[in-house]
């Protein structure tokens, strides 16, 4: 059974950084693509990035396009979220997916999750 184990969440202020990670249990990780969404109290959830298996393919949500970065190390089977220049609005609990059949998307039905991280903004 595959297992995923978010870190990195925290307090900090507008305009800091966060670098988050998703460490991955199994052998099937560097088969599949990863990706990143948040929910924030009283709002649905909602998508950040995703990455292919082979990280030659990413999506940014727009709202974070130019200043998040998701990468991948299949060798630590570990996924990355760099934020930078955070806003309150990027406040939420941070959860990572790894899809079970493909390789280039992530499809929310058909993926396995981790129980998630805090990020919190204070302005």
């Known amino acids: 059974q595959v297992q995923l184990v978010e870190s990195g969440g925290g307090l900090v202020q507008a305009g800091d950084s966060l670098r988050l990670s998703c460490a991955v249990s199994?052998?099937?990780?560097?088969?599949?693509?990863a990706g990143w969404f948040r929910q924030a109290p009283g709002k649905e959830r909602e998508f950040v990035a995703s990455i292919s298996w082979d990280s030659d393919y990413t999506k940014y949500a727009d709202s974070v396009k130019g200043r998040f970065t998701i990468s991948r190390d299949n060798a630590r089977n570990t996924v990355f979220l760099q934020m930078n220049s955070l806003t309150p609005e990027d406040a939420a609990v941070y959860s990572c997916?790894?899809?079970?059949?493909?390789?280039?998307?992530?499809?929310?039905?058909?993926?396995?999750w981790g129980q998630g991280t805090q990020g919190t903004v204070s302005s």
């Open positions: 997916a790894l899809d079970r059949q493909s390789g280039v998307v992530v499809t929310t039905s058909d993926a396995d």
């Open positions: 199994g052998n099937t990780f560097m088969s599949y693509a």
